[in-house]
């Protein structure tokens, strides 16, 4: 189930069409895209593929899958970015936004003190110029992509979804 006036149902509407850094991975449950409006290059945005507006209301087959593609998506991050750790966060506040979405965002070393924590949020909706160009984007979630669908690159005992 969709909702037309919800951004990310809108997104999933028209999956087929959406570039790579907007369906870097898909499965059964979730989407993840790269964040469109951030300074932040790999800030990744776990997506569910229905309309849900709390946590609570997540199927136990979502929840399921959900830590572990956080898990996923942080090795992923730091492989691909060289990130030493990331951030998860979930608000879904923002109006348009109201759509159940979880932050995976990369911490790099060299990061700033006052954009670390949730001081990061500083570097999303950010306007054009600021913005990850599209370019970089595309780079990185092919690396994810590529990382993240090849079976030759899972540690033994990993999930494959």
Request: glycine content about 6%; aromatic content about 6%.
């Amino acid at each position: 189930m969709t909702t037309p006036d919800c951004h990310i149902c809108g997104q999933e509407a028209r999956l087929d069409a959406l570039p790579l850094s907007e369906r870097i991975v898909v499965d059964e449950h979730w989407r993840v895209a790269h964040a469109f409006d951030t300074a932040l290059p790999g800030w990744l945005v776990l997506l569910p593929r229905r309309h849900v507006t709390a946590v609570h209301e997540l199927t136990d087959a979502e929840a399921a899958t959900l830590g572990t593609w956080q898990v996923r998506l942080s090795r992923a991050l730091h492989e691909v970015t060289g990130c030493v750790k990331t951030y998860v966060a979930q608000f879904a506040e923002r109006e348009g936004f109201s759509h159940v979405h979880f932050h995976v965002m990369p911490r790099r070393a060299d990061l700033s003190q006052e954009l670390r924590g949730p001081g990061v949020f500083a570097l999303l909706g950010r306007p054009a110029p600021e913005r990850v160009p599209a370019g970089l984007m595309d780079d990185i979630a092919r690396s994810l992509h590529t990382r993240l669908t090849s079976s030759l690159q899972h540690p033994a005992g990993e999930t494959e979804f």
